[in-house]
């Protein structure tokens, strides 16, 4: 069977309320083999943790603050945060900016994008980068904090070819691929044409961004194979070997 990785999936979400086990099972049954559990704040931490603890090898969980999460008060959270430092995880993140939904606590967001970009260093962890009208700072973050050898993905990347090329100087990134690129008129279906197969990585963002033809619907770990068969289609490749190299991306990225 063909094998893929979800790289960043909520199967926790309270949207998959008594229902995340089935909800692995069905990716499972759909090839995807693993799937990287990014977290969000205190308040879904340890479910997160406890649906990972019920599946090891099957799902890898991460420790992450969340850009909408954070406020004035967002040290108080952070250190709610480290008190689960000594868990094994594969990544910081999902971490980052917003500027969507508020660009009332920006400087709040940048300061505690740093801290976890520090965070990571001092683990050896790659980070997954949550960026919502914020791809500038956040690459001015980045090229800052250079001397801290970063590594790590753009999760739901919508950047540009060369936005994806300045991102690339900083270091061993990847763009995630998700859901959006099944949609019609999404500039990412043509800007993947321009961006190495070998620096791209699956997720699906459930339970959102669903892809064409589920789209409407909760969005699942099992419906990996609907945006590789986009991506494959867009890059001219077969589905096998779209799935080997993404595969292999998140196998190197995350060490799993």
Same mark, same amino acid.
């Given at each position: 069977m063909t094998e893929f990785i979800d790289t960043h999936t909520h199967l926790y979400d309270e949207a998959f309320s008594g229902e995340s086990d089935a909800a692995i099972a069905r990716a499972e049954e759909a090839g995807v083999t693993r799937m990287v559990f990014p977290d969000i704040d205190s308040k879904t931490r340890e479910e997160?943790?406890?649906v990972a603890d019920r599946h090891p090898g099957t799902v890898f969980p991460c420790l992450g603050l969340h850009p909408t999460s954070i406020d004035s008060n967002w040290r108080e959270e952070y250190g709610?945060?480290?008190e689960w430092a000594d868990r094994k995880v594969y990544a910081i993140g999902e971490i980052g900016m917003d500027c969507y939904?508020?660009?009332e606590f920006v400087e709040e967001q940048k300061e505690a994008l740093k801290a976890q970009l520090r965070l990571a260093h001092e683990k050896g962890l790659p980070v997954i980068i949550h960026s919502r009208e914020a791809t500038g700072p956040i690459i001015d973050i980045i090229e %800052?904090? @250079?001397h801290l050898d970063l590594r790590g993905v753009f999760h739901a990347f919508s950047?540009?070819? &060369?936005?994806? @090329? @300045?991102?690339s100087r900083c270091g061993e990134w990847y763009i995630g691929i998700g859901g959006v690129i099944t949609y019609r008129k999404a500039?990412?279906? &043509?800007t993947v044409k321009e961006i190495p197969l070998e620096r791209i990585v699956l997720e699906t963002d459930s339970p959102y961004l669903t892809p064409v033809p589920k789209r409407g619907s909760r969005n699942e770990s099992s419906y990996i194979p609907?945006?590789?068969g986009k991506l494959a289609a867009q890059k001219g490749?077969?589905? %096998? &070997?779209?799935?080997?190299?993404t595969t292999a991306n998140a196998k190197a990225l995350f060490g799993i």
């Open positions: 997160m943790f406890a709610k945060m480290l939904w508020s660009r %800052e904090c @250079r950047g540009s070819a &060369e936005t994806f @090329r @300045r991102l500039s990412i279906a &043509e609907y945006i590789a490749l077969g589905i %096998e &070997e779209t799935a080997s190299v």
